[in-house]
């Protein structure tokens, strides 16, 4: 997907997490989480400002005032317009800093501004579907757009040392609408992951829709179906998504 790509799910997704959030109510339990809508917001809502002032100011760390401040947020009554400010300012800062920007990324992109508008278009996405899971809507999201997430997973959060399985064992993703399939091996120092339609003889099999896929490996509700041998799947819940 191109950076505008991004920008624009970035954009709407985080008009349809307010959206929830403002029908929703701030107790309200999000889903699969131990967060309430509350602290959701307000954990996006930092997270958009950090990501805004590295790119804005082209820092070369990620250990920034508005990276440390991540996780606080205003009292209750100005929590929304907060939320929304700092959202905004993030989508015009990716969309006017140039390409050729050279700043803090921490995963492998074609540039940093092709890195920060992908991983903050999917971590919009993921918690707008958290907001949308604590109203009772069930969360969807496109073909194209699942599968880049999936990418983004698997091929940057999961090769990371720190997430690396000592268990030898191979877990399928295989997508019912036609998205890529994926085949995950456990038992090295990182998980490899290779797209290939391949993937009959995995000890696991997770299938489903690419959304239902992308929430799965997020781990949040979804209604895939697992095959094979149910303990392997579950080994994915050690995989952890960080910022460093």
Known sequence: MRVDEHVAYLEADGQRLAEAAAWTGWDAPVPGTDWTVRELV?????????????????????????????????????L????????????????AVPSDLDCFAFLPAPSPVAFWARRQAHETAVHRADAQGAAGIAPGFDVGFAQDGIDELVRGFARRRSNAIATEATLALRPTDGGASWLLTFGGEHIDAIETPDVKRADAAVSGSSSDLYLWLWNRPSPVEVSGDGSVAALWRNVRVRWS
């Open 42 to 78: 307000t954990h996006v809502g930092g997270v958009h400002r950090w990501a805004a002032d590295v790119v804005r100011t082209g820092a070369g760390s990620g250990d920034t005032d508005a990276g440390r401040a991540v996780g606080q947020g205003p009292p209750d009554v100005e």
């Open 80 to 95: 929304l317009d907060w939320f929304r400010a700092g959202h905004g300012e993030l989508v015009a800062a990716l969309r």
